[in-house]
């Protein structure tokens, strides 16, 4: 598997919080430009069929929004999962808008959520080209089945030209996205971290101890008995290969320091 395979499976848990914020922000962006759809339609074609199908684009982002703020946790796991399917309606209104809804005009709402939808999900890039391509596909066989051909074969030209943007546009965010993900999840590691050891530092300690309360727990205190004798006479490079060698089974958190001595 290569490395940023790897890394989509490493930071999957990061993703599906970037994922989960994104629902919310699609349907703050969703609203307002179902109603400026809305009335565009309204303004060129009066009331019709395709009016009817933007208002219901309408009543769709705002049920999103409530269903969205009320019911659903913020910690859903699967909130990649269910971006893909929440953007499947809008699609679907999107693509009918321009073919069977209004077959005598030039698709354009399509055009617009072909861009805008895939930029919301953070996921591998070849998925979301498969997720845009499936579109641009059913858009194209509804275009050739109910459209004239002059017009079918400017939608085609026009689509693809978007398509191949979206591509291009998504693989671009995506690297910038992962990029900052590495950089704040390598961030939170070396401060919880010890940099030699990779044993857990006393700020871990704290910023865990509240998931504890009320649980449970056992914890087991150990002492390397006069450990500083060892590091005098083997050098501190052996000690800390010996700090690593028994953080290797569990998480072990270093207090560091030394403890004094006592004679006996």
């Known amino acids: 598997m290569s490395s940023r395979g790897e890394e989509w499976i490493r930071y999957k848990e990061e ?7 994104a629902i919310h922000l699609l349907g703050l ?8 759809n809305a009335v565009a339609q309204y303004a ?5 069929p395709a009016l009817v199908c ?14 969205e703020n009320f019911l659903l946790p913020l910690d859903y796991p699967r909130a990649t999962r269910l971006l893909y399917i929440l953007e499947t309606p809008v699609m679907v209104m999107a693509i009918l808008l321009g073919t069977v809804l209004d077959p005598s005009r030039q698709a354009i709402t399509v055009l617009l959520f072909l861009v805008a939808l895939p930029v919301f999900i953070m996921d591998k890039p070849g998925r979301l080209t498969l997720f845009s ?4 596909a059913v858009f194209l066989a509804l275009c050739f089945l109910f459209k004239d051909r002059s017009l079918w074969g400017t939608d085609t030209v026009h689509i693809f030209e978007f398509y ?12 910038i996205r992962m990029e900052s993900l590495r950089h704040l999840m390598q961030g939170e590691y070396h401060l919880a971290h010890e940099q030699r050891t990779g044993c857990l530092n006393r700020y871990a300690l704290a910023s865990r101890a509240t998931a504890y309360v009320g649980q449970q727990i056992t914890v087991l205190l150990a002492d390397m008995d006069r450990f500083i004798l060892y590091n005098d ?13 028994f ?5 072990l958190l270093r207090r560091g320091g030394y403890l004094p001595l006592q004679r006996r």
Do not use: C
């Open 233 to 245: 006479f083997y050098g501190h490079d052996t000690g800390m290969k010996i700090m690593v060698f």
């Open 247 to 251: 953080r290797r089974p569990h998480e």
């Open 133 to 136: 391509g499936a579109w641009v």
């Open 54 to 67: 933007s208002l219901f684009m309408v009543m769709y982002f705002l049920l999103f929004l409530v269903a």
């Open 164 to 175: 191949f943007t979206t591509v291009a546009l998504v693989n671009v965010i995506l690297r």
């Open 44 to 48: 060129t074609s009066g009331f019709g």
């Open 15 to 21: 993703i599906n919080k970037e994922n989960r914020i």
């Open 29 to 36: 962006a969703g609203l307002p430009l179902s109603v400026m």
